[in-house]
């Protein structure tokens, strides 16, 4: 599987940007799919998971109540909408599938457990 990410760029803080993450060469289907982040300097870190039927989520807490991961099965892809942008939001976002999801939402957050990793896509959020 190669995961796509898009939707980074440039915002102030406050604002609110989408970001997309679609496969090409196998569906996304039956994977626990999520979002990572990375900032200069740090280690990379858990955002959002979300189930392959989009039932079970997860979301680190410097993401509840701002952002929401959405399954969208019929165009298989993952989504994260992010509102409420901070400057410690600024990093590389990270989609990440995981073929062998054991249906335990705490599981969504363990980095090992993805066997797929997108490119990346740079968020910055300016103060």
């Known amino acids: 599987v190669q995961l796509q990410a898009s939707g980074g760029g440039l915002v102030q803080a406050g604002g609110s940007l989408k970001l997309s993450c679609a496969a090409s060469?196998?569906?996304?289907?039956?994977?626990?799919l999520a979002w990572f982040r990375q900032a200069a300097g740090k280690e990379r870190e858990f955002v959002a998971g979300?189930?392959?039927?989009?039932?079970?989520?997860k979301y680190a807490d410097s993401a509840r109540d701002r952002f929401i991961i959405r399954r969208d099965i019929a165009n298989d892809r993952v989504d994260l909408q992010m509102s409420g942008l901070k400057p410690e939001d600024t990093a590389v976002y990270y989609c990440?599938?995981?073929?062998?999801?054991?249906?335990?939402?705490?599981?969504?957050?363990?980095?090992?457990?993805?066997?797929?990793w997108g490119q990346g896509t740079l968020v910055t959020v300016s103060s």
């Open positions: 990440a599938a995981d073929p062998n999801y054991s249906g335990i939402p705490d599981s969504l957050s363990i980095e090992n457990n993805y066997s797929y």
């Open positions: 060469g196998r569906t996304l289907n039956w994977h626990a």
């Open positions: 979300v189930s392959w039927s989009g039932g079970r989520t």
